[in-house]
């Protein structure tokens, strides 16, 4: 946004001679309103003239009052958070000055040039845009939808890019939320073949679709693009789809969604690498009529971070979100206040400089909901009961903390932390699930998935065994019964198991590593070779099958062969370290 030095000058005393338009009231509205109200943009109507203004002079008084707009949710010192939009208490007195004194316009000669505005895409024209093959028909009426659709980059990751800014363009309104993951083209090609509509459902999303480390890749309602610092960008690899998971909300009629997202290159790859850290509430229950239910959630910090952004989400309930650092030597540190939660200008929110959180320090959070007639958001008259869901009649509440870690000691004590937390949420979170829908194999998978995680094999292997009764052509459930037969030791079962899933889903990578493990160890080289092929195929950054699959061709005497693998291998992840160990090796070799 332009910075105008007049909206400073005209911030003093408006006591006196009535404020106008073209000298005083313009250049706070071409910096603060305009950018949102002109064509093409979220604003209903334009505010860039007198015209427009006058007949608005009201609306503005009363919205910059109450501080609905310009939209900014959190409280606290101005600044404190990168993009602050909100506007000087002398501002707002300035509107009400020159709306009292008649909004006289003033003479033409003081009035601003306009600025030069942004064109479709925020910040200018994108390294390079990825978009959805075709559109997708949202049916009129009926649940809310989750849907994953696979926006292909082709030529334009012809080598590893680093992406230091993306923008996302929904291209419905009936979009509420969206979620950037990376999965090989491969993958989504595969996923979206599973009905005839463009896209593949649900809300679990594919363990082959997954999202880069330690980054906020999301969009929500009035969520505003902002670059990463030097050093924080994100790597994209040849052969990657874009993939967004959408929450869509029908409405009245059929409505085409055609998303877009542009991506921002720089030549400076990530000397840092960041990891989230999420708070959520599963046991949400709003009866109707109750207020100031207090939900809350803590997580002691296993090492020393900087804490570089955070990310809120509730629904219309919420009403006030908090979150705050108890540290050790016992101060607090205040790091987000919400004191008027509005679902329809959710965002991030980074940190102006980094916060430092030692080792030590209790993270808190704490969402305040309304589930009153009084809440004027509140989307249901009478109020009825509520608790957690997906859909936006239901009721969340999470805050996503954005960590760097200080050392690599940190991050490893961190990353076990946040990986504890997240398996104790996953158990809760599909567990609730269960008990809403006994029958749901989704969560069934997940659910035994984390247990296996937790190693509590006995409840894995019931879990599993149910989901594979249930639905016996669930490639997961196979997977992960052969996972677990593997793991003790029995070949037989396992074996079977993974050709189950092979059977159910022939593109199952991790299916086919197992089998060529298991061919390996029987002396079946050939077997072994073609499954680990396949599992290169289907994921070309697997580096534990490209060591294999190099081994195997080494040993039978195709040195040339398995270098070049280990070296395609590592074009895929140039810090693995145990891929680089094994090319020397063989180079090594005579």
């Not at 996972?483 to 030791?489: I, N, Y």
């Amino acid at each position: 946004m332009l910075v105008l030095a007049a909206a400073v000058a005209m911030c003093g005393d408006v006591s006196g001679a009535v404020p106008t338009f073209t000298r005083d009231v313009a250049p706070v509205v071409l910096q603060h309103c305009a950018p949102c109200h002109r064509p093409g943009q979220s604003g209903p109507f334009p505010l860039l003239t007198f015209a427009d203004c006058r007949k608005r002079a009201a609306d503005l008084v009363d919205m910059t009052a109450r501080r609905a707009m310009p939209p900014w949710l959190p409280g606290g010192p101005h600044g404190q958070f990168v993009g602050d939009r909100r506007i000087s208490d002398a501002q707002i007195a300035l509107f009400r000055a020159w709306a009292d004194g008649g909004a006289p316009e003033g003479d033409p000669k003081d009035l601003p040039a306009q600025p030069v505005w942004p064109g479709e895409w925020q910040l200018g024209a994108p390294d390079a845009v990825a978009q959805m093959p075709s559109a997708y028909t949202l049916r009129a009426g009926g649940k809310d939808v989750y849907r994953h659709f696979a926006l292909p980059l082709g030529k334009a990751l012809d080598r590893p890019r680093w992406v230091r800014a993306f923008e996302f363009h929904p291209g419905s309104p009936q979009v509420h939320h969206a979620f950037i993951y990376l999965a090989r083209t491969n993958d989504t090609r595969r996923l979206d073949g599973a009905d005839a509509e463009i896209g593949f459902g649900g809300m679990d999303t594919p363990p082959e679709v997954r999202s880069p480390g330690g980054y906020f890749l999301s969009w929500q309602p009035g969520k505003t693009p902002q670059p990463l610092p030097p050093g924080l960008a994100w790597r994209l690899a040849p052969g990657m789809d874009l993939v967004v998971q959408m929450h869509l909300v029908p409405g009245g009629k059929p409505e085409p969604v055609g998303a877009r997202v542009g991506l921002w290159f720089t030549d400076v790859p990530a000397t840092n690498q960041p990891v989230k850290l999420g708070l959520n509430v599963y046991d949400i229950d709003l009866p109707p009529g109750a207020t100031n239910v207090v939900h809350d959630r803590e997580f002691l910090l296993p090492g020393d971070a900087d804490l570089l952004a955070v990310l809120p989400h509730t629904h219309y309930l919420g009403r006030q979100i908090e979150a705050w650092a108890d540290l050790p030597d016992r101060t607090r540190r205040d790091l987000l206040a919400i004191p008027s939660w509005d679902f329809n200008w959710q965002g991030d929110y980074r940190f102006a400089a980094p916060v430092p959180l030692p080792r030590g320090s209790r993270l808190h959070m704490r969402f305040t909901f309304d589930n009153s007639a009084a809440n004027p958001r509140n989307p249901s008259s009478p109020p009825r009961r509520v608790g957690f869901g997906m859909s936006t009649s239901d009721e969340m509440a999470e805050l996503w903390f954005q960590l760097l870690p200080r050392t690599a000691r940190d991050r490893a004590q961190i990353d076990r932390g946040i990986a504890a937390q997240t398996t104790k949420d996953i158990v809760q979170y599909n567990e609730l699930r269960l008990r809403a829908d006994p029958g749901n194999v989704a969560a069934m998978v997940n659910l035994g998935r984390a247990k296996l995680v937790t190693g509590d094999r006995d409840s894995a292997g019931r879990i599993f065994t149910e989901a594979v009764a249930r639905q016996p052509k669930n490639a997961e459930a196979h997977y992960y019964l052969g996972l677990l037969h593997r793991m003790a030791e029995r070949t037989a079962p396992a074996e079977a198991e993974f050709r189950a899933a092979l059977a159910a889903d022939p593109d199952h990578g991790r299916a086919h590593g197992n089998m060529g493990f298991i061919a390996r160890d029987a002396g079946r080289d050939a077997e072994a070779e073609a499954h680990f092929t396949e599992a290169l195929r289907i994921d070309p950054a697997d580096g534990l099958a490209a060591r294999e699959l190099a081994a195997i061709r080494f040993e039978h005497g195709r040195r040339g062969d398995a270098i070049a693998l280990l070296e395609a291998a590592l074009g895929q992840d140039a810090d693995d370290r145990e891929t680089k160990e094994l090319l020397g090796k063989f180079k090594a070799s005579k």
